[in-house]
């Protein structure tokens, strides 16, 4: 009989080329206006059995990647996103056994893309389908909400507005592909730290809502325009903490950027480009400012969370 023994699940990173932000509700929680935007920068996460051992948890947890000093601040305990998502899996199946989780990253930790979520989404796919547990894409939605506002997008992915807490979904008409660069910094920002701060700067916000415009400017695939419409309400929190980013965003800027934003509660910063030779001049660009850790140039919008290996024996 044939066994799977690995199943390894490809989660994107996104950024939001909207996000307005009301006042904080009485839960805590502010309701948004999240356009969401899958970008081609991928984590993995791959479930396995676990090697024999006396003691076995349901759900053993390791990470690598080439983060640096950002991958000692992925928590390897029950905390972990990816490790809640597994168990909420398991709930829901009695098929579960323990399983060994091992997330690749490449996304930034705290960084504003939401690489915990997307490890998240990744988990519930690749459990759902290492222990066969036939939960349909509608469920997963649903354990995607309990994990996180954030979970729910990367699971489906491409571009789409999210409300709500940004978990309700709906599809934005987006034809087309678009060039990124990401300028990487140096530590976190903690998101419950960003929306305090909005808190503080912008008592009272008005009620969140759309932006015809940058909408208009999807449908057209006409990425000047869109570029010109990018917004986020976090940004000015996000730059009072994060002071320096000012001078991340205009570098990229006086590159060419055709639009700069903090990407979500930072304090990675995006810039869109006209053609992937125009991102190549940006991120060279801010490499040669010295105003941020690293660059990457990527392209959205991508798919949501796919198996990509089935290994089987
Ligand atoms: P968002 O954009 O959704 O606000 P973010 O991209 O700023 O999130 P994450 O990388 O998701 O931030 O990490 C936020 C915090 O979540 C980390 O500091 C870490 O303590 C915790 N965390 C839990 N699970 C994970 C995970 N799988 N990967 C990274 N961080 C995780």
């Known amino acids: ?29 502010h309701d948004l206006v999240n356009v969401f935007h899958a970008v081609a920068l991928f984590d993995e ?12 948890p349901l759900v053993g ?13 992925v928590p390897l305990d029950a905390t972990n996103l990816a490790a809640r998502a597994a168990r909420l899996v398991a709930r829901e199946t009695a098929s579960a056994t323990p399983v060994e989780l091992h997330l690749h990253k490449r996304i930034p930790v705290a960084g504003g893309m939401a690489g915990g979520s997307a490890d998240a989404a990744g988990a519930l796919v690749a459990c759902n389908t290492f222990w066969s547990a036939g939960l349909s894409d509608g469920d997963l939605l649903a354990l995607a909400a309990e994990l ?25 008409d987006s034809p087309g592909r678009y060039h990124w660069v990401f300028a990487l ?6 998101t419950p730290d960003v929306f305090g701060e909005y808190d503080r700067l912008r008592p009272g916000a008005p009620e969140p809502a759309g932006d015809p415009e940058l909408m208009a400017a999807l449908a057209a695939g006409d990425a000047a325009r869109l570029g010109a419409a990018l917004s986020n309400d976090l940004e000015r929190a996000a730059l009072s903490l994060r002071p320096d980013l000012a001078g991340v ?12 934003i903090v990407s979500g509660s930072g304090p990675t910063c995006a810039f869109l480009a006209a053609s992937a030779a125009e991102a190549a001049e940006i991120a060279a660009a801010l490499d040669a400012s010295g105003r941020c850790a690293a660059t990457v140039t990527t392209q959205g919008h991508a798919d949501g ?3 990509v290996d089935p290994a089987e024996d």
């Open 1 to 29: 009989m044939t066994a799977t023994t690995a199943i390894t699940v490809r989660v994107p990173a996104k950024v939001n080329l909207q996000l307005a932000v009301g006042p904080a509700r009485e839960d805590g929680y």
């Open 45 to 56: 996460v791959t479930v396995r059995e676990p090697r024999p051992r006396a003691e076995l």
């Open 61 to 73: 947890l390791s990470v690598s990647g080439d983060l640096g000093p950002h991958l000692a601040r």
């Open 148 to 172: 996180g506002s954030d979970v729910a997008f990367p699971l489906v992915g491409g571009t789409a507005v999210g409300t709500g807490r940004g978990e309700v979904l709906t599809p934005a």
């Open 185 to 190: 910094a140096e530590g976190g920002l903690s």
């Open 249 to 260: 965003l205009a570098a990229g800027r006086a590159a060419g950027a055709l639009g700069a």
């Open 305 to 307: 969370a796919r198996v």
